[in-house]
């Protein structure tokens, strides 16, 4: 079992940066995938980013070049630096932990765009 919780969310003008992250616990972090994925209203949840347990890194076509993905294992923590954001980056994010046919969630926080 993992437990998680996502700190870090905010309102930010276009063009700002925001940190989010993800702490874990109840498990041994290191063996998880780790992803940040987003909701915004209306819309499907999306994948945003994800790092492999050998810190391997995929994004979103949307976000790359913006976003950096990255964890602390002795501090079960995983981030998402999100730089330049834009009004539609505007959702809730959320932390998922993977291990072969496990899926856990944190509940989520909002991160909001605008000026």
């Known amino acids: 079992q993992v437990q998680l919780v996502e700190s870090g969310g905010g309102l930010v003008q276009p063009g700002g940066s925001l940190r989010l992250s993800c702490t874990a616990s109840g498990s041994i972090f290191s063996i998880y995938a780790m992803a940040w994925y987003r909701q915004a209203p209306g819309k499907q949840r999306e994948l945003v980013a994800a790092i492999t347990s050998g810190t391997r890194t995929n994004y979103a076509d949307s976000v790359k070049g913006r976003f950096t993905i990255s964890r602390d294992n002795a501090k079960k923590t995983a981030y998402l630096q999100m730089n330049s954001l834009k009004p539609e980056d505007t959702a809730v994010y959320y932390c998922?932990?993977?291990?072969?046919?496990?899926?856990?969630w944190g509940q989520g926080t909002q991160v909001t765009v605008s000026s």
């Open positions: 998922n932990a993977h291990l072969t046919s496990s899926d856990y």
